[in-house]
Nanobody
Framework: QVQLVESGGGLVQAGGSLRLSCAAS????????MAWFRQAPGKERDFVAG????????YYADSVKGRFTISRDNAKNTVYLQMNSLKPEDSAVYYC?????????????????WGQGTQVTVST
């Protein structure tokens, strides 16, 4: 059974930093794609960042470019999201997603596996 377990969320002041982790078990995604999405109350689940094995590339939503960094440790089957210069509009539940396909897709429907989510709240 595949499980994705996120950790690292919390409350932080604007301008601060948080690091999210997502550990996968039950299957290796070292040749697939892993990504982070976020969902604020009343809004859709939006793509934040993704990492592709086949290209080694990383992809970001425009709203987080230059502030967030996605990285992965294939040996640990874990993906990270380093979030710097956080803004109140970054507040949301952050979800880890994974798929065996190697390319990064920005649509939530493209991912087969999801974590339970971790809350990030950025105060003014």
């Amino acid at each position: 059974q595949v499980q994705l377990v996120e950790s690292g969320g919390g409350l932080v002041q604007a301008g601060g930093s948080l690091r999210l982790s997502c550990a996968a078990s039950g299957r290796t995604f070292s040749r697939g794609s892993m990504a982070w999405f976020r969902q604020a109350p009343g809004k859709e689940r939006d793509f934040v960042a993704g990492s592709s094995w086949i290209s080694g590339g990383t992809y970001y939503a425009d709203s987080v470019k230059g502030r967030f960094t996605i990285s992965r440790d294939n040996a640990k089957n874990t993906v990270y999201l380093q979030m710097n210069s956080l803004k109140p509009e970054d507040s949301a539940v952050y979800y880890c997603a994974a798929d065996l396909s190697p390319g990064v897709r920005t649509g939530a429907n493209a991912y087969d596996y999801w974590g339970q989510g971790t809350q990030v709240t950025v105060s003014t």
